[in-house]
């Protein structure tokens, strides 16, 4: 069964507090991805890579940057954590650059 | 540029009564358009691509190229439809476009 996980459920941060977010995918997929989803905005790509140490900028990459050192673990990091950056973090990843499997979220709160 | 467009952000409909979830892309080749649904507390899930042309939980979807849409539809809706549904696009980008999402609801 096709698994992708996420280290946190729920974050809470304060403003300019360094934020770290992973996702492990256990299939063994090339592609791996970072959204965020905000109610009537739908979902965002940040960033995404399709190989391990390569990414590339989505829609939205301004504050965000990633890393994958491995190729089944992807992870957003959140500089200096601003207050319009609390939102709906969704990881997700595929074998090819069509169906994507999700992770189950992380809500960030930065007060 | 490749767009997605799902022009009702809330619909509601009562339980048997048919759906349609309706969506509209902008992209110059060939495209693949897929819906992904996300239920109250669960991840977000691929529902069917356009071209396995299959039905999956009584839902169907017709490419229209000439009116450039991939509306979703269902007879009679159940219930446990109620969920945020989202269209996507694959373009020449390689990467999919999400549209901002239909959240519907099935009233008993």
């Known amino acids: 069964d096709v698994k992708v996980t996420q280290s946190s459920r729920y974050l809470v941060k304060r403003t300019g507090e360094k934020v770290f977010l992973e996702c492990v995918q256990d299939?063994?997929?090339?592609?791996m991805f970072w959204y965020r989803q905000d109610p009537g905005l739908g979902l965002r790509l940040i960033y995404f890579?399709?190989?391990?140490?390569?990414?590339e900028k989505g829609d939205i990459p301004e504050g965000y940057s990633v890393s994958r050192e491995k190729k089944e673990r992807f992870s957003l990091i959140l500089e200096s954590a601003s207050t319009n950056q609390t939102s709906m973090y969704l990881c997700?990843?595929?074998?090819?650059?069509?169906?994507?499997?999700f992770g189950p979220g992380t809500r960030l709160t930065v007060l | 540029a490749q767009r997605v467009t799902q022009p009702e952000k809330l619909l509601s409909v009562f339980k048997g009564a048919p759906v349609e979830l309706k969506c509209n892309y902008s992209?110059?080749?060939?495209?693949?358009l897929f819906w992904y649904v996300q239920y109250s507390r669960q991840r977000l899930q691929l529902l069917l691509r356009?071209?396995s042309r299959e039905s999956i939980k009584g839902f169907t979807a017709d490419l229209n190229k000439g009116e450039t849409s991939f509306h979703l539809k269902k007879p009679f809706a159940q219930e446990e439809d109620s969920a945020m549904y989202y269209c996507?696009?694959?373009?020449?980008?390689?990467?999919?476009?999400f549209g901002k999402g239909t959240k519907l609801t099935v009233n008993p």
């Open positions: 890579s399709y190989d391990v140490k390569m990414k």
């Open positions: 992209y110059s080749g060939s495209p693949e």
């Open positions: 299939m063994d997929h090339e592609n």
């Open positions: 996507a696009l694959l373009g020449g980008s390689e990467k999919l476009v």
């Open positions: 997700a990843s595929s074998l090819l650059m069509d169906e994507q499997f």
């Open positions: 356009h071209i």
